[in-house]
């Protein structure tokens, strides 16, 4: 069968009170005791089986031969505890017993079949069967002092033979049956070297071992004429680089046929590199693969496993030296051809003195730390890592240096063997035993449900969940005892995090904080409450949730606080959509009590309330101002869409229509009401979501013949007509103007709807013209609006086009002089949308120049590109005048115009250069130097002339900016007249006219403006700066490009300047510099010498 048994147990001492044992058991007592079968425990081939049909207790046994010591600190928390530890508490105190009993020496090697056989110092193999009694002790301690230590152990596949290499280098083959010695075997090698490895092939006669010479070789075993004989034959010399691991490819019972098995692969490992050879049909080398530059003291580490590599099971080879593994996947084509692909290498950040597999997806390493670490191969994601040192691992050390033999091996071989643990480590069945100097340890991977229980035993419920939840979802790593079936397995999965959930909560009332301490009774449930309704919701469990948690948790009035609040974000995210009637009347009442009426609000816009008494909902969220709430609920839960409606043009109404300035509260209701009826007639619901398909042309149908009422229901006798659009056209005319036109975007080829939009724009129109209560913005918005209508190209509205003419006349009469910006905006917008086609254009522009609307103006210009009469627009406009500088400059620099075009604007623009001047002098003369160059001269004895020619009070007049603009202009185009032109001028302002001199660089003209203001040193400093330096620069150049290195080692010499010295002074190598840098440096070098 694939399964062989052992005792194992799992049982603490402690925890059920088991007495001490004061004298262990003699070797000679355990030899005579009666052969009672205890419980065994399983060494179940994990790494095969088609794990749908375990149980997950099928694989839970205990023995009171053994006690689990798996609560150790550990650092998993993700996964939980990966690998269940049990000490084997029988083969450990008889491995003592033996050493002081009968002198059979310290534990050197184990190896484990279905039974287990540990070798001594002393040169005997103690053979336990499955319940860790001692069945043989095979050998002698005479023949152990001939023969030295056992240092190597191996049982043949069907546990029928255990092969035992020595420290001097024999090799002894016993019959497990019954104890006798069939074969001592000491010629399969050179003398004087140490037994390291022996291993039996899967082929029942072929074993291989490996000497501490290097080398390997085969040994078959033969019986001829009743003699049992072994051949030796070398497979690799020592000479050519000594291999120190060996590894046999095993196959279990079920893949006994598979075609690899055929070839009896064996893998080497020698300090430089990796060998794969076949055994049979004939020896071949299939494979070689070097290392790369390694750690020589790294250990060379080599494990097989067969894996289902897309559907297909093929062996896999691991093997690493130092921190990196790599993986050969190993398969055999049709023609027979062995093929090693090389796969994904995992890098880790330590040093490993073991490799083994525990299943085919899970690695099992040790470090040279002596700690363990669980590694799942496919995400390359360490689960768990165990601290080990306490077993006190038996090292091959002594082996690996031939001691015994009188130490003849090579010093690499000898570094190597300082951390060689291959005889202290062996894998079997998805099981690992670890050989201590006075135990024995197994590692097994702990079920699915046992890491939760673990993790449940020390309370750490949060994370038993979150392991749990990882089975359920089939991303958990190492898993062990669940369903492959997905169905099966979250089923099972599950049933048990509702156990869990219900101790978590039953733990968590039970461990409350005292009474009294409010804060941190709340913070105790916050910790808990929240990830109790993530995994029901996680389960889809509301039911559980609503039904058992919390009557559990309304014991506690803290509790149940924090319950309540902890289901908002949930709600408000959608992911819960329905309450129990009892859940949802206390969380109305609660937040009501607690004045969250927010929150209650928030709640109830996500919530199914088919279940809540509507009137008394709907009166509650009136009188808190809950008017989403409000709307929700009459649209939810009565499929009414006008009541809400009515009952806000109730509340905004009257103020409206008395002329009374709103409340904060009324603008919300306004606003809210303006926003609802958008939703509606757009389909969707409020304030979330959408109307229901059918619900849809009923709800626009409903909401249009509501607005179109002639009065509403409890019409007073002095209401005017259609109450509710002039409610709404007083409360906001654009923003409902601007919810008819989204909705009006929609009425393509809906006959019924077209005809709602020419009543409503004809409603508008009849409220709207004519009457004095709306302003001139407001008016300006309907007409805008219906501007846009009309140009649609689908456009099937009908407008008087006498109502636009009537508009017009308001918006420009130029009696009412109040609100002339906006009514000019007003109109401007109305004719950007496409309304200039409603009116005559020359009464229009008639109209916009008697009322002074040049903005008007410049539209019409614009349209018929006399961009020169703009120019005029701008003159006249107090309020854009400065804006006419760019407008000139894109004029004449863009492209887009014709050139007829920029000559009358350029004309224009000559004609009024002295109106320019006026505005901005500054500007003036950037257009003038950028546009005017050849009319520069004329300018300027034009603005002279006028300067002169006018009396001293219109010059005064004029002010500065002329003055300025002359300084400007001469800059650029007469410089040398600047001068003359500052000290017969006495208008223009100093700062301005210094800005201009340093603009332009004439620093003779600055020195004199600042020397005029008072500031000597300015003056002189610009003149040494500029103009001194000006006259020196030659000289400058002149004395640095030749005296540059005679200078610079000169100044270093004499006056130990540092180079940082020099350059701070001033000086470069690099002869073209700034002038002043140069000149600093010309005149302390001329100081110097």
Same mark, same amino acid.
């Given at each position: 069968s694939v399964g062989y048994?052992?005792?194992?147990?799992?049982?603490?001492?402690?925890?059920?009170?088991?007495?001490?044992?004061?004298?262990?058991?003699?070797?000679?007592?355990?030899?005579?005791?009666?052969?009672?079968?205890?419980?065994?425990f399983i060494l179940e081939d994990t790494c095969l089986l088609n794990t749908e049909n375990i149980d997950a207790h099928s694989c839970e046994t205990s023995s009171l031969a053994s006690s689990d010591s798996g609560d150790l600190e550990t650092n998993a928390t993700?996964?939980?505890?990966?690998?269940r530890r049990n000490l084997l508490k029988g083969i450990s105190a008889q491995i003592v017993s033996a050493a002081d009993k009968v002198d059979a020496g310290l534990p050197t090697a184990i190896t484990v079949s279905n039974v287990i056989a540990v070798g001594t110092s002393h040169g005997l193999a103690l053979v336990f069967d499955q319940n860790?009694?001692?069945?043989?002790?095979?050998?002698t301690t005479a023949t152990g002092a001939e023969y030295g230590a056992v240092s190597a152990l191996s049982i043949n596949h069907d546990c029928t033979r255990l092969l035992c290499g020595f420290a001097k280098g024999q090799i002894t083959m016993w019959d497990l049956a019954n104890g006798k010695l069939l074969r001592t075997i000491t010629d399969a090698h050179p003398p004087g070297t140490a037994i390291l490895h022996v291993k039996f092939t899967d082929h029942p006669a072929l074993a291989v071992c490996n000497d501490s010479g290097g080398s390997v070789f085969e040994l078959s075993f033969r019986r001829v004429m009743g003699m049992r004989t072994c051949e030796s034959r070398c497979l690799f010399s020592g000479s050519k680089g000594e291999v120190c691991c060996v590894e046999p490819l095993h196959a279990g019972p079920e893949l006994k046929d598979h075609p690899i098995t055929h070839y009896s692969l064996l893998a080497m490992a020698s300090l430089t590199k990796i060998l794969l050879i076949g055994l049979k049909p004939s020896l071949k080398v299939w494979m070689t693969f070097p290392y790369g530059k390694t750690d020589p003291a790294s250990v060379p580490l080599l494990a097989w496993q067969f894996v289902a590599v897309q559907k297909t099971i093929n062996p896999v080879l691991a093997f690493c030296r130092g921190d990196t593994i790599h993986f050969l996947l190993v398969k055999k084509d049709e023609s027979g051809t062995i093929h090693v692909i090389k796969q994904r290498q995992l890098q880790l950040n330590c040093d490993l003195i073991s490799l083994s597999w525990i299943n085919l997806r899970t690695l099992v390493l040790m470090d040279s730390t002596e700690k363990l670490r669980v590694v799942d191969r496919p995400s390359q994601e360490e689960l768990e890592t165990v601290d080990m040192a306490e077993l006190q691992l038996v090292y091959n050390s002594s082996h690996f240096k031939s001691l015994a033999t009188g130490g003849n091996v090579s010093q690499a071989l000898a570094l190597v063997g300082e951390k060689t643990c291959y005889q202290s480590v062996c894998s079997y069945a998805g099981q690992i035993m670890y050989l201590g100097t006075k135990s024995v340890h197994i590692m097994t991977l702990r079920n699915w449900r046992e890491r939760v229980d673990h993790l449940l035993k020390q309370e750490k419920f949060m994370e038993a969940l979150s392991l749990a939840w990882s089975f359920h979802e089939g991303t958990a790593k190492a898993v062990l005892g669940l369903f492959a079936d997905p169905a099966k397995r979250k089923g099972v999965v599950a049933d048990k995090m509702v156990e869990i959930l219900l101790q978590y909560v039953d733990r968590s009332l039970k461990k409350c904080p005292e009474q009294g301490k409010i804060q941190a009774m709340e913070q105790h449930f916050q910790d808990m409450v929240p990830v109790t309704v993530d995994y029901c919701l996680l389960l889809q469990r509301t039911d559980l949730l609503f039904n058992q948690i919390y009557p559990r948790l309304v014991e506690n009035s803290v509790a149940r606080g924090v319950f309540l609040e902890s289901l908002e974000p949930y709600i408000l995210s959608e992911r819960i959509g329905c309450l129990t009637a009892p859940v949802m009347r206390d969380l109305l009442s609660y937040f009501q009590e607690n004045g969250m009426m927010d929150s209650v609000e928030g709640c109830l816009v996500h919530m199914d309330i088919t279940n809540l008494d509507i009137q008394q909902v709907v009166q509650m969220c009136w009188d808190n101002q809950l008017y989403d709430a409000m709307i929700y609920v009459f649209n939810s839960g009565m499929n009414d869409y006008i009541s809400p409606m009515e009952k806000l043009f109730q509340a905004i109404g009257p103020p409206l229509r008395e002329g009374k300035p709103l409340t904060d509260e009324h603008v919300v209701m306004g606003n809210k009401l303006l926003v609802y009826i958008s939703c509606c007639l757009a389909g969707r619901a409020y304030p979330l979501g959408d109307i229901p398909e059918d619900l849809v042309p009923q709800v626009k149908n409903q909401v249009f013949e509501f607005l179109i009422r002639l009065h509403s229901v409890e019409a007073a006798q002095e209401e005017e007509v259609y109450p509710y659009i002039r409610t709404l056209l007083h409360f906001d005319t654009r923003e409902f103007l601007n919810v008819l036109a989204l909705t009006f975007e929609d009425f393509k080829n809906d006959k019924q709807a077209l005809e709602y939009q020419q009543r409503i724009v004809d409603i508008l129109l009849k409220v709207m013209v004519d009457n004095s209560d709306f302003t001139p913005s407001q008016v300006g918005c309907l007409f805008t609006f219906l501007a846009r209508q009309l140009a649609k190209p689908d456009n099937t509205l009908f407008v008087n086009r006498k109502l636009f003419d009537q508009v017009l006349e308001f918006l420009c009469s130029p009696d009412d002089d109040s609100r002339h910006t906006e009514r000019q905006q007003v109109l401007l917008?109305?004719?950007?949308?496409?309304?200039v086609v409603q009116f005559d254009e020359g009464r229009l522009l008639d109209l916009a120049e008697k009322t002074e609307f040049y903005q008007i103006c410049e539209f019409i210009y614009e349209k018929k590109h006399l961009y020169d009469k703009i120019v005029d627009c701008y003159l006249k406009d107090p309020l854009r005048k400065e804006e006419l500088f760019n407008y000139i400059h894109n004029i004449l620099s863009m492209p887009g115009y014709s050139s007829e075009e920029?000559?009358? =604007?350029?004309? #224009?623009?000559?004609?009024?250069?002295?109106?320019?001047? &006026?505005?901005?002098?500054?500007?003036t003369a950037e257009l003038v130097a950028v546009h005017f160059a050849d009319k520069v001269q004329p300018i300027i004895t034009s603005l002279q002339v006028c300067r002169i020619s006018l009396s001293p009070q219109t010059v005064l007049k004029l002010g500065p900016d002329l003055h300025e603009l002359l300084v400007d202009l001469l800059c650029q185009f007469s410089p040398q007249q600047v001068i003359a032109f500052l000290k017969t001028s006495q208008d223009y302002r100093l700062e301005e006219a210094i800005q201009i001199t340093e603009k332009h660089k004439l620093h003779e003209a600055t020195a004199y403006l600042l020397e005029?203001?008072?500031?000597?040193?300015?003056?002189?400093?610009?003149?040494?700066?500029?103009? =001194?330096?000006? #006259?020196?620069?030659?000289?400058?150049?002149?004395?640095? &490009?030749?005296?540059?290195?005679?200078?610079?080692?000169?100044?270093?010499?004499?006056?130990?300047y540092t180079p940082t010295h020099l350059h701070t002074l001033g000086y470069y190598s690099d002869p073209i510099l700034k002038k002043e840098e140069n000149f600093k440096f010309c005149m302390f070098f001329l100081s110097y010498c």
């Open positions: 048994y052992v005792a194992l147990n799992v049982i603490d001492d402690k925890e059920f009170d088991i007495p001490q044992v004061d004298t262990p058991p003699t070797l000679e007592s355990i030899l005579n005791e009666p052969e009672e079968e205890d419980e065994p993700v996964h939980g505890s990966v690998l860790q009694a001692l069945r043989l002790c095979l050998g917008e109305l004719l950007q949308v496409g309304g920029k000559q009358l =604007v350029w004309v #224009k623009a000559l004609q009024h250069i002295k109106d320019l001047v &006026s505005i901005n002098s500054a500007k005029k203001k008072g500031d000597v040193q300015g003056a002189f400093e610009v003149l040494i700066l500029f103009y =001194v330096c000006g #006259k020196f620069y030659e000289m400058t150049h002149h004395c640095l &490009s030749n005296i540059t290195t005679l200078t610079y080692s000169t100044l270093l010499k004499r006056k130990k």
